[in-house]
């Protein structure tokens, strides 16, 4: 584990990770609802995550590539990704139409997809076979995410194309 610590990228989604399974062993010995503490933390997580990519650009840390002359900021296209994750996911949240896990579901889902577009402007990443490891697990979160959405949603996808299926027929 120490061999990963310095590697940037690993800080966050091995964070994001990390405090997913710290969270269920804490919710496993205190007999707590998992779900609705993991889907109240994650809407403060993005939020977190927003103030520390402005934290990251005021730094210096974290450098998007140069192109033509112009380096691209990846903190700040990072920061406002965040932000907009965060009002999304706080808007369905207040909804409170969504079942548990479901908010930290979508945060996967839409977290993968900006760190993943995102790391083809950095500087920093470190690469695996020719692929950022950041994209890779970011890659992984969209799988975990998408499928969790397909399987929780399935009666309603299936009643949905049955639907379509014999208004065509």
Request: glycine share 12%; aromatic share 18%.
């Amino acid at each position: 584990w120490i061999l990963f610590l310095h590697f940037p990228g690993f800080s966050f989604l091995g964070g994001v990770v990390g405090g997913f399974l710290g969270l269920w062993l804490f919710c496993k010995a205190a007999k707590l609802p998992f779900f609705m503490l993991l889907d109240i933390a994650t809407v403060g997580l993005v939020f977190v995550l927003g103030i520390s990519r402005i934290g990251s650009l005021l730094s210096g840390d974290s450098l998007g590539r140069e192109v033509q002359g112009i380096r691209h900021p990846t903190n700040v296209y990072e920061a406002f990704l965040a932000f907009g994750i965060f009002t999304f996911l706080f808007v369905f949240y207040k909804k409170g139409t969504l079942r548990g896990g479901e908010i930290f579901t979508y945060f996967l889902l839409l977290i993968g997809l900006s760190r993943f577009f995102v790391e083809f402007f950095r500087v920093d990443s470190v690469y695996l076979a020719g692929i950022a490891v950041a994209q890779l697990i970011s890659g992984i979160f969209v799988i975990i995410a998408v499928s969790t959405i397909l399987f929780t949603k399935r009666a309603t996808i299936i009643s949905f194309i049955k639907g379509k299926v014999q208004r065509v027929t």
